[in-house]
Nanobody, 124 residues
Framework: DVQLVESGGGSVQAGGSLRLSCTAS????????RGWFRQAPGKEREGVAR????????YYADSVKGRFTISQDNAKNTVYLQLNSLKTEDAAMYYC??????????????????WGQGTQVTVS
């Protein structure tokens, strides 16, 4: 089975930056949808950004558009999320997820079948 491992979370001041990484182990996953989601305490999990690994097509939630960038290194089975101009409302547990692509890649959590363990982002 595919496993996803996130890294790169941490604590930053508002306006700062972080880069999150998500590496898929055990199998090379091509033609997948790979996304980043976040969940703050007391809130529902929400989609942040996703990328279609075959085409590289990316899509962002309006709340992060222009500040966050999703990218991939297929040779490393790794997807990155660059977080710039962080705001206090960006603080959350960030999860990466994946599912085999069958048409459009959404930002809906229930569409994703494999999840990482999460990495915490704190913004003060």
């Amino acid at each position: 089975d595919v496993q996803l491992v996130e890294s790169g979370g941490g604590s930053v001041q508002a306006g700062g930056s972080l880069r999150l990484s998500c590496t898929a182990s055990r199998y090379t996953i091509s033609n997948y949808c790979r996304g980043w989601f976040r969940q703050a305490p007391g809130k529902e999990r929400e989609g942040v950004a996703r990328i279609a690994t075959g085409s590289g097509n990316a899509y962002y939630a309006d709340s992060v558009k222009g500040r966050f960038t999703i990218s991939q290194d297929n040779a490393k089975n790794t997807v990155y999320l660059q977080l710039n101009s962080l705001k206090t409302e960006d603080a959350a547990m960030y999860y990466c997820a994946a599912h085999p692509r069958n048409g459009y890649c959404s930002l809906v959590p229930v569409d994703y079948t494999v999840w990482g363990q999460g990495t915490q982002v704190t913004v003060s």
